[in-house]
């Protein structure tokens, strides 16, 4: 692929490997609809291309593997634009979230850079999920008044003790040995070694080429933490969380403390919510149907709207939550998240693992 290359996504096959290189580098890789359709094109196209034994995603530039979504169109939609192109954006999104966890060819993702919310979704869920130096790893949506979607609250879920739930109410980012510890991704290969990588997952199969380019991550921070963030987050509230937090002692609890009460009180309550009952709900299509139920649900938020505007719109990183403080959270406003929608459910938990969608 050549630098003129100027598709959002760019497609084509490189020897065994079918490659997949998300390809908006100014704009940190963030997925369009158009981009989401367009991968889920080739992945049902290389299903049945037997010169196709490897899938493998990567995203172009040096900063991004992918920050997200579009959430610019999605501040326009919950300021008075189009909700309904946003929902059939997340339900085309969501959808190809539970592919790639079913694929059935081996899905690599290169997670270097930045890889937040939806870039979490493209590479999070594959069966081979690579971490480099440069990878930081987060799932930030409580600091724009979202809850975790794509996928997230279930893999959040499946981290080993609180730890997701330490990840999820602080909106926080992890480097590339906590990302492997979390179980968001399977193996570390340093930044250096990518293009040989490459390379070699074009002519081998990827067990041969991983066994000559994996290595041990750099240090990361959370195992050492592990005793307190358990502790602290099996209280059953954010409130009790919080003064857990606070009574520790532990100079990293009061930071988390700090970024917790920055969040939106809604979503991080929401957050909380949807993380307890995703241990519950069991396979990744039932609680990609719950999340696309707070994802609406958020849409129609004052929360959503002014977190974005102070995170991406006016970068005044001041947002005025309403309402601005937990207790004034009514357990209703809760509730709302996971109310039933009806006609309009993902209902991706009704359809057998490996249909098409």
Same mark, same amino acid.
């Given at each position: 692929m050549t630098p003129n290359d100027t598709a959002e996504v760019l497609v084509q096959r490189e020897g065994r490997a079918g490659l997949i290189v998300l390809n908006r580098p100014a704009a940190l890789n963030a997925l369009t609809h158009g981009m989401v359709r367009r991968i889920a094109q080739a992945l049902d196209a290389w299903e049945e291309d037997d010169r196709v034994d490897t899938v493998v995603v990567t995203g172009a530039g040096e900063r991004a593997f992918c920050a997200g979504g579009d959430i610019v169109a999605i501040h326009r939609a919950a300021t008075g634009g189009d909700r309904g192109a946003v929902e059939e954006f997340w339900r085309?999104? #969501?959808?190809?979230?539970? +592919?790639?966890?079913? #694929?059935?060819?081996? #899905? $690599?993702?290169?997670? =270097? *850079? %930045? $890889?937040?919310?939806?870039?979490?979704?493209?590479?999070? &869920? *594959? =069966?081979?999920?690579?971490?480099? *130096?440069?990878?930081? $790893?987060?799932?930030?949506?409580a600091g724009i008044g979202f809850v975790p979607d794509v996928g997230g609250t279930y893999l959040l879920a499946l /981290?080993?003790?609180?730890?997701?739930? &330490?990840?999820?109410?602080?909106?926080?980012? $992890?480097?590339?040995?906590?990302?492997?510890?979390? *179980?968001?991704?399977? &193996?570390?290969?340093?930044?250096?070694?990518v293009p040989a990588l490459l390379d070699d997952l074009a002519e081998l199969p990827v067990h041969d080429a991983l066994e000559r380019h994996v290595g041990p991550a750099p240090a990361g921070v959370l195992d050492g933490q592990r005793g307190w963030i358990d502790r602290c987050y099996a209280a059953g509230t954010v409130e009790e969380?919080?003064? +857990?937090?606070?009574?520790?002692?532990?100079?990293?609890?009061?930071?988390?403390?700090?970024? %917790?009460?920055?969040? =939106?009180?809604? @979503?991080?309550?929401?957050?909380?919510?949807?993380?307890?009952?995703?241990? @519950?709900?069991?396979?990744?299509e039932a609680v990609l149907d719950q999340e696309y139920r707070t =994802?609406? /649900?958020?849409?129609?938020?004052?929360?959503?709207?002014?977190?974005i505007r102070a995170q991406v719109i006016d970068k005044d990183r001041s947002p005025r939550w309403s309402p601005a403080a937990l207790g004034a959270v009514e357990p209703a406003a809760v509730a709302r998240y996971f109310a039933p929608l009806g006609e309009r459910e993902l209902g991706l938990a009704a359809t057998t693992p490996l249909e098409r969608w």
């Open positions: 085309d999104e #969501y959808r190809l979230n539970a +592919r790639i966890a079913r #694929y059935p060819k081996p #899905y $690599v993702a290169l997670m =270097s *850079g %930045i $890889v937040m919310g939806g870039g979490v979704g493209v590479s999070a &869920h *594959g =069966s081979v999920r690579i971490v480099t *130096g440069t990878t930081r $790893v987060a799932m930030p949506e /981290a080993p003790g609180e730890l997701g739930t &330490h990840l999820a109410l602080t909106a926080g980012s $992890v480097g590339a040995a906590d990302a492997l510890l979390c *179980g968001l991704a399977d &193996h570390f290969v340093a930044t250096e070694k969380i919080l003064d +857990r937090l606070r009574d520790s002692g532990e100079p990293e609890a009061k930071k988390a403390v700090d970024q %917790i009460t920055a969040n =939106s009180p809604t @979503a991080v309550k929401a957050t909380l919510a949807a993380l307890r009952r995703a241990r @519950a709900l069991g396979p990744l =994802s609406c /649900a958020a849409l129609a938020t004052g929360d959503l709207a002014e977190g």
